[in-house]
Structures are given as structure tokens and as C-alpha cells.
């Protein structure tokens, strides 16, 4: 059971440029979330998704699109990029959404240069 | 929206001994659900222990207890016979029956020494 999956594990990204993280998870869950952890800080809440084809904006959304056509993946794309987007992004998911644990991937250390 | 706060950026303490992490919580909802996670600096977020707020005993797992205290808004960790292994970020989260975002605090930085 290989849990939440997230790739790349790094990547350095050029200013203005765009890239899709990428996030799966095999364990049926309809909660997920995207988070970025700035150094030394705590998790901020990118977007979450409660199911297949519905998606909600977190804490911090701009710059951020994401999608959820399936239950197993939701991408994060950063279109634009700016060095403010340096940061680690996890990717989580849960069975539902209150008294069960989140499932956290291993994360992405994300650089713009 | 609710907020979580994690007033200690960093504690430490000695091997074997007892610390305390604190946590405040801000939220208008009766019905919620409070979470301790452990970042160690493999970066991978383990859960530590849960509580549910209807749930007035404490919720206690192995060497962590949690101090909750419903009218303060505050859940407390409390690390028993701290090991070199405890060494970690430690994040307080917080999710409400009404809402469907996870939360988190600042986090503290613990450092267990030898």
C-alpha cells in the first residue's frame, strides 16, 4: 500500500515558468489537501478537495490552480512562478474529515530561481 | 475561520524528562476535532495522538497526554520520558464538523539532549 504519493521529490523552477506537482493516493480517500510549508514555519492550506470535481480554496490560493478528476489524484499547478512560491508542498489525504488522521506525502522541495 | 497558535517557536529538554508543548485554538463551533503531528527531519508528518472535543477525558497515547481544556481553547501536549527520538517539529491542528479544512499552527521546535 504505497499511501500518498507526491513527485517530483525536488525542482528547481525558473521565474515565469510553470509546472504541475503531482499527487496521488491509493488508499480510496475523498479528502485531499495541498499545503506549503515556508522554512520554519507551519503547514498553510493551498486548496482541498472533498471529492471527485469539487474543489475549494485554502488559506493562500494565489498562484495555485488545482483539479480533481479522479479520487486517487489532485494535482497542484503553479502557473507564473515567482521565488515568494519557494517552499516544501505536501500533499494530503483523509477518509473523511473529522475525527480520522490525514495521510501526508513525503513532500516537494520546490525552488524558483 | 478558526485559527491555531503555537506560542513556542523552540523548547528543549533533557533526556528522560517531561515537557509540555502548548497550543490555542480560536473557533465558534461546539464540535471539533484536535490532532498533534511530529515532523522529524525526514519531513514526513506522523501523527502523534487525536482528541474529540465532546470527549472531556484526555486522550493519552503511550509517553503523550494531551491537557485539553474546552472553555480555555487550549490542548496542551505533554511528552513523558522524552527520547532522543522525540526530537522534532511538533504541530497542532485543529478541524471542525461544520468546515473541511485542516488547520495548523505555527509549530514548535523540540530538541531532546542527551
Known amino acids: 500500500n504505497a499511501g500518498v504519493t507526491q513527485t517530483p521529490k525536488f525542482h528547481i523552477l525558473k521565474i515565469g515558468q510553470s509546472m504541475t506537482l503531482q499527487c496521488t493516493q491509493d488508499m480510496n480517500h475523498n479528502y485531499m489537501y495541498w499545503y506549503r510549508q515556508d522554512p520554519g514555519m507551519g503547514l498553510k492550506l493551498i486548496y482541498y478537495?472533498?471529492?471527485?470535481?469539487?474543489?475549494d480554496k485554502g488559506e493562500v490560493p494565489n498562484g495555485y490552480n488545482v483539479s480533481r478528476s479522479t479520487t486517487e489524484d489532485f494535482p497542484l499547478r503553479l502557473e507564473l512562478a515567482a521565488p515568494s512560491q519557494t517552499s516544501v508542498y505536501f500533499c494530503a489525504s483523509s477518509p473523511r474529515h473529522t475525527n480520522t488522521e490525514a495521510f501526508f506525502g513525503q513532500g516537494t522541495r520546490l525552488t524558483v530561481v | 475561520a478558526q485559527t491555531v497558535t503555537q506560542s513556542q517557536p523552540e523548547m528543549s529538554v533533557q533526556e528522560a524528562e517531561t515537557v509540555t508543548l502548548s497550543c490555542t485554538y480560536d473557533?465558534?463551533?461546539?464540535?471539533?476535532?484536535l490532532f498533534w503531528y511530529k515532523q522529524p527531519p525526514s519531513r514526513q508528518m506522523i501523527l502523534v495522538i487525536r482528541q474529540e472535543a465532546y470527549k472531556q477525558q484526555n486522550a493519552t497515547e503511550n509517553r503523550f497526554s494531551v491537557n485539553f481544556q474546552k472553555a480555555a481553547k487550549s490542548f496542551s501536549l505533554k511528552i513523558s520520558d522524552s527520547q532522543l527520538g522525540d526530537t522534532a517539529m511538533y504541530f497542532c491542528?485543529?478541524?471542525?464538523?461544520?468546515?473541511?479544512?485542516?488547520?495548523f499552527g505555527g509549530g514548535t521546535r523540540l530538541m531532546v539532549k542527551p
Open positions: 473557533t465558534s463551533e461546539s464540535n471539533y476535532y
Open positions: 491542528a485543529f478541524i471542525d464538523n461544520a468546515g473541511n479544512m485542516l488547520t
Open positions: 478537495s472533498v471529492g471527485a470535481g469539487i474543489t
